[in-house]
């Protein structure tokens, strides 16, 4: 059994050759990419946000904490692709974190299981406005935009995305939404076609969204 809890420590306290090694341990001992990313990335990272809530953290220990965290994930990023890869048909994705917000490692992990589940991503990256959305739009083609905000302060400007999309003659392309502050209740408020709290959960909403969707390129 991998030492989750030692990869949990080397997390939380940055140690990114550390947080990688182990990874690659844990895997070569024959456990799946998704329990890795579980037990010991996504568990770390939720010790660190619980200790940067409570002021025992602060932002330079967060972002060197994010920098292992991703240093595992590029291990797995190979793997959660191929674990889905050829399963199931799927759609164009396009992914970005809203105006304002540089939180990314949801993000990125939605990207990989979708990738994983063989959809065609296109991720924006962070602090992203509405033009560079609709840019982004008229050049990929989504079937379905991905909006992540981790602020109660930038949550606001997914509706400013919705409406934009609206405005403009995208009405028809489906947008789903995600991030801590989020919810389902929120997604329905602001006009969006779904909301998920995790990656997993990311990827069979946007499996629905293009099965269901008038543009969609793949039934699920
Ligand atoms: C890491 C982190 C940072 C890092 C970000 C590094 C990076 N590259 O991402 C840094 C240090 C830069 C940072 C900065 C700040 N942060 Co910060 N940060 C965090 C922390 C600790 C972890 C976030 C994270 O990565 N979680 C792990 C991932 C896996 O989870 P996730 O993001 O929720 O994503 C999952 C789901 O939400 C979902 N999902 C995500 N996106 C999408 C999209 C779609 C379409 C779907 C369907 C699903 C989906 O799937 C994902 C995977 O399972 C959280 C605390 C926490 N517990 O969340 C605070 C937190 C988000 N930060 C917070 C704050 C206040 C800040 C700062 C304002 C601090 C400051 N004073 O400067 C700045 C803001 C910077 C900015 N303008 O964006 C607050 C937000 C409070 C609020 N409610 O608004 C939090 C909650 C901490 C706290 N409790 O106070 N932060």
Redesign the pocket.
């Known amino acids: 059994m991998p030492d989750y809890a030692l990869m949990k420590r080397c997390l939380y306290d940055g140690k990114a050759a550390d947080v990688e090694r182990l990874t690659r341990e844990a895997l070569a001992e024959g456990r799946p990419a998704g329990e890795v990313l579980a037990e010991g990335l ?1 568990a770390g ?2 010790v ?3 200790d ?2 409570h002021n025992v953290l602060y ?1 330079p220990e ?2 060197i904490a ?1 920098r292992a965290m991703k240093a595992g994930m590029a291990v797995l990023k190979p793997l959660l692709g191929a674990q889905g890869a050829g399963v199931k048909p799927a759609g164009v994705l396009l ?1 970005g974190t809203v105006k ?8 990125n ?2 990207c990989m299981m979708a990738e994983g589940a063989g959809f065609e991503v296109h991720d924006l990256g962070v602090d992203q406005s509405i033009e560079q959305f609709l840019a982004a739009t008229e050049r990929y083609r989504p079937d379905v935009i ?3 905000a ?5 949550m606001p400007y997914m509706k400013v995305v919705i409406d934009g999309y609206r405005e403009r003659g995208f009405g028809h392309v489906k947008i ?6 989020t919810s389902r209740t929120y997604a329905a408020e602001i006009g969006a076609d779904g ?5 997993s ?2 990827v069979d ?1 946007f499996l629905r969204l293009v099965g269901d969707g008038p543009v969609g390129t793949a039934a699920a």
Do not use: N, Q, W
């Not at 917000?101 to 949801?106: K, N, R, Y």
């Not at 981790?150 to 930038?154: D, E, P, S, V």
């Not at 789903?176 to 502050?181: E, H, L």
């Open positions: 996504i990272m939720r660190v946000g619980e940067f809530k932002v967060v972002l994010a992914m304002g917000d540089v939180h990314d490692i949801g993000k992990l939605v991905g909006m992540s981790m602020l109660t302060t930038t789903a939404i995600g991030g801590a502050p909301y998920a709290p995790d990656a959960g990311a909403l």
